[in-house]
């Protein structure tokens, strides 16, 4: 039997124009009189063809990882290594053999503002200091005899702790060296200090909206089947409802998917001049621009890529070993089927049978079955301890969406996003901070984490309980909600964006 309004092959339910008009502003008589007929042949209730599946934000608000905030932005510091690299950006003066120093000069990116000037100009600053001793690839050792801070990049003067030593091939352009220690002569002075360097982490806040609306008329047409289960009357339930759900995905996309934005401006009439639209940088764009990143290719998904991110979180020195991995159905399905590979066959048989049958997790309820060789399989992973880490393994739904990232053209399903998920204690107030969260803006009482606008129009003021005040002259009732919020994400480092290429 065919479906009216023509239901569309492929992914998506409906073709645009299947709506007639459905798209526009508001829902009116004129939009579901198709409807109202009556058909006592068919079902009061209306079926859902789809399932819909809690959001990233409603995760984030039932772990508590959200709180309210007065400022116009987000924001915190970070504290980098107390530690530098030294790298070679080019050689000045090179080694004339055993004994004698090599003159190096740092590379750019060894450079940072020291937060002052000199006669007007940023100065420049850079982490080694005289008398520290650098450790070469080839076990060579030289100290930091004379430092150079009248030119940028800065130079170093190298000079080996050996007479024997030839720094010529110890010394090379592009590597970079750790300080192992420094040494001084008796009698001699203090070194110069250093200024702990702070990392600002800045987003801005997101202003979200949807709204729905009908015609006093349309509010009293009932239709013949429920637009909400359980809930007959008319057709602007449905409306409602819908409003409330794209609503929730919106915002959800803000903190998922959202970017800062600095080019669109709107003219805002009833303030007589442009303001700026603000958007928020959210988990995908927060990992991939200041994350480690990491590629794997669909189907060739290994255990080993486990032991790399955990060498990559151990060089970082992350401090905790509770990971959530947040993946694509893709991904998942690959990673389960790694973890079954590894089962499949090398298991003792003692061990195999308790895994597969009663002893190993399928309960009371398969203890009917007739005999041990009709058993079902149970493949369900959620976690694997591997290099010293747990994995905790969450799916996505909303990186498998059909009509959303999960659509013909997107590698989402495939994309895995790691980070460590807790508290840690904010040190001026001692109050606990979720790692990874979002910010709504809340002052006085007054919270914009979900405002529900109930605007009754001259046709509808005087029905509901309490009664309703007209805030129109026109017969139109209009719902409307808004949110403003913003994502914050802490230690970019500890996060892994794996992707498929």
């Known amino acids: 039997m065919a479906y009216t309004p023509f239901v569309a092959a492929g992914g998506q339910d409906l073709t645009p124009n299947a709506f007639s008009g459905v798209g526009g502003n508001y829902a009116s008589e004129g939009i579901i009189s198709q409807y109202q007929m009556y058909k006592p042949n068919e079902l009061v209730q209306v079926f859902e063809r789809h399932s819909y599946a809690p959001s990233f934000r409603m995760m984030l608000k039932t772990m508590g990882f959200r709180r309210g905030s007065y400022a116009?932005?987000?924001?915190?510091?970070?504290?980098?290594?107390?530690?530098?690299?030294?790298?070679?950006?080019?050689?000045?003066?090179?080694?004339?053999?055993p004994g004698t120093p090599v003159t190096i000069e740092l590379d750019p990116s060894d450079m940072y503002n020291a937060g002052a000037t000199v006669n007007g100009v940023a100065a420049q600053a850079s982490y080694p200091i005289v008398n520290e001793i650098l450790m070469f690839r080839d076990g060579n050792m030289a100290m930091i005899t004379a430092k150079d801070t009248t030119v940028t990049p800065h130079q170093l003067t190298l000079t080996p702790l050996k007479s024997t030593v030839n720094l010529a091939t110890s010394v090379v352009i592009g590597e970079a060296y750790f300080i192992a220690t420094n040494a001084w002569g008796e009698g001699s002075g203090l070194p110069q200090g250093r200024v702990p360097r702070v990392i600002k982490y800045q987003n801005t806040f997101q202003i979200v909206k949807s709204a729905s609306g009908s015609t006093g008329t349309e509010l009293t047409n009932q239709m013949y089947f429920e637009p909400v289960a359980g809930k007959p009357g008319s057709f602007f339930g449905k409306v409602n409802i819908d409003t409330m759900y794209r609503f929730e995905t919106e915002c959800d996309g803000a903190l998922l998917w959202g970017q800062q934005i600095n080019n669109i401006t709107e003219f805002n009439q009833d303030l007589g001049y442009d303001v700026s639209i603000h958007g928020t940088e959210g988990l995908i764009e927060f990992a991939s621009v200041n994350g480690n990143n990491e590629t794997y290719v669909p189907g060739n998904y290994q255990m080993s890529d486990f032991n790399d991110i955990a060498k990559y979180y151990e060089r970082e020195r992350?401090?905790?070993?509770?990971?959530?991995t947040l993946q694509g159905i893709d991904i998942n399905i690959e990673v389960e089927d790694v973890i079954i590979d590894i089962l499949n066959g090398d298991?003792?048989?003692?061990?195999?049978?308790?895994?597969?049958?009663?002893?190993?997790?399928?309960g009371e309820e398969f203890s009917s079955m007739p005999d041990e060789s009709s058993f079902a399989l149970k493949f369900d992973y959620r976690a694997v301890k591997k290099a010293g880490y747990n994995w905790l393994f969450y799916h996505m739904p909303v990186f498998n969406e059909n009509v959303g990232a999960g659509a013909p053209g997107y590698d989402y399903p495939g994309w895995q996003v790691m980070m460590p998920i807790g508290y840690t204690k904010d040190k001026q107030s001692g109050e606990s901070r979720g790692t990874v969260g979002y910010e709504y803006k809340v002052v006085n009482g007054y919270s914009r984490e979900e405002v529900i606008a109930d605007l009754s129009g001259v046709g509808v003021a005087g029905s509901g309980s309490p009664y309703r005040v007209a805030t129109s002259p026109?017969?139109?009732?209009?719902?409307?909600m808004v949110a403003e919020m913003a994502f914050h994400g802490t230690c970019a480092n500890h996060v892994t964006l794996t992707t498929p290429v």
């Not at 298991?347 to 399928?362: C, D, S, V, Y």
């Not at 026109?474 to 409307?480: A, E, P, S, T």
């Open 72 to 97: 116009p932005t987000v924001g915190h510091y970070e504290y980098p290594w107390r530690k530098n690299l030294v790298t070679v950006g080019d050689i000045i003066t090179p080694s004339a053999g």
């Open 318 to 324: 992350i401090g905790v070993n509770d990971i959530i």
């Open 347 to 362: 298991l003792a048989a003692m061990l195999t049978k308790k895994f597969l049958w009663g002893e190993g997790g399928f």
């Open 474 to 480: 026109k017969d139109l009732y209009q719902m409307g």
